[in-house]
């Protein structure tokens, strides 16, 4: 059987991950989060450090935004450890760690994958999980077309992973069949040759394995330009906080100018058009290095802060890679 043999696969070649030695349903919430949109090598190292900095949901808690802000740098969609903080601060609410899918579920930025993980892996509830691998392992070996972004496919593979989740071992199958996909079926190149459901697989067996799963191209790419100036004045640089509504909310950045603004002439260009990209849109970044005596006007949402203080900052790494090319 599918569920048999994934188990089987699973104890011989599942990942051996510092979050799967613990039925601590905090150090499995915080691996998911950070998990989501990062590798497993990025990601491991994150939580590591977050899980020595704020050992238990408490310390998160009790820690303030920016300083989340500022552990989470270089990992991106920072909306995640927003959130993350703002669930800590539910849990402490609640009195304990939520035991249920349904209450999982309401923790700020938990959504059914997400809530599904935890509750299989640290309470042991039959709850399956639906993630890329998932779609991926599933599309391929009972060679379903529909296509997995539309909400007749979620519906069909939500449906299709619950049937054949084993209620008494929901732990274990769910992270089966993501170690599967993650090392077995992968996106390019799956290792069909010595793959343990080679003979009942739809997509081997049809030749279609590249062509598994199917995903609408549905997603728009916009272009972006952004023009910044670093201001150096008596060992001092301006910085502010980006506001909601936009990217990269609650991280600090230099002086933005519009892209119609007039630069001032004693600005020097370090760099043009550097290239960032986000998952909805391309960056393009000017940067320049304005360097005076006497401090310039700027907006009143910028402070001014010394120039060794700037690592103390949460930034995005746009503005990281900006910064690596100021002369010392």
């Given at each position: ?160 992973a619950q049937e054949l989740l084993p209620s008494t071992e929901a ?27 080679m003979e009942s697989c739809e997509a081997f067996r049809t030749g ?89 006007e700027i907006p009143i949402d910028y402070i001014w802060i010394p ?22």
């Amino acid at each position: 059987m599918f569920n048999l043999t994934l188990l089987d696969w699973f104890r011989e070649n599942g990942r051996d991950l510092p979050w799967r030695q613990t039925r601590d349903p905090y150090a499995i919430w915080l691996s998911e989060i950070i998990l989501q949109q990062t590798q497993v090598k990025q990601g491991w190292e994150y939580w590591e450090r977050f899980m020595h900095r704020w050992p238990k949901v408490e310390d998160l808690a009790a820690a303030s935004e920016d300083d989340v802000l500022r552990e989470w740098q270089g990992l991106g969609y920072y909306s995640r450890a927003r959130n993350l903080h703002f669930a800590a601060r539910q849990i402490l609410s609640l009195g304990h760690f939520p035991d249920t899918l349904e209450e999982i579920k309401k923790l700020k930025g938990v959504g059914d994958y997400t809530a599904a993980a935890i509750a299989s892996i640290a309470f042991g509830l039959p709850a399956a999980v639906v993630d890329g691998n998932v779609y991926r392992v599933l599309a391929r070996h009972y060679g379903i077309d529909t296509p997995i972004n539309t909400t007749e496919g979620k519906k069909v593979f939500a449906a299709l992973a619950q049937e054949l989740l084993p209620s008494t071992e929901a732990s274990a199958y769910n992270q089966a069949i993501m170690d599967f996909g993650a090392i077995q079926c992968t996106p390019q190149s799956p290792h069909c040759e010595r793959c343990p459901l080679m003979e009942s697989c739809e997509a081997f067996r049809t030749g279609r394995i590249a062509q598994l799963p199917v995903k609408l191209k549905n997603l728009k790419i916009h272009e972006r330009h952004l023009t910044y100036i670093y201001i150096r004045c008596q060992g001092q640089t301006a910085i502010r906080r980006r506001g909601p509504g936009d990217i990269w909310q609650g991280l600090w950045e230099p002086v933005m100018v519009e892209a119609d603004s007039v630069i001032p002439s004693a600005a020097q260009l370090l760099r043009k058009n550097v290239k960032h990209v986000l998952t909805h849109r391309v960056l393009y970044a000017d940067f320049y290095l304005l360097e005076s005596n006497d401090k310039p006007e700027i907006p009143i949402d910028y402070i001014w802060i010394p120039e060794s203080d700037i690592d103390n900052y949460a930034l995005p790494r746009l503005i990281e890679v900006l910064l690596s090319f100021l002369p010392k």
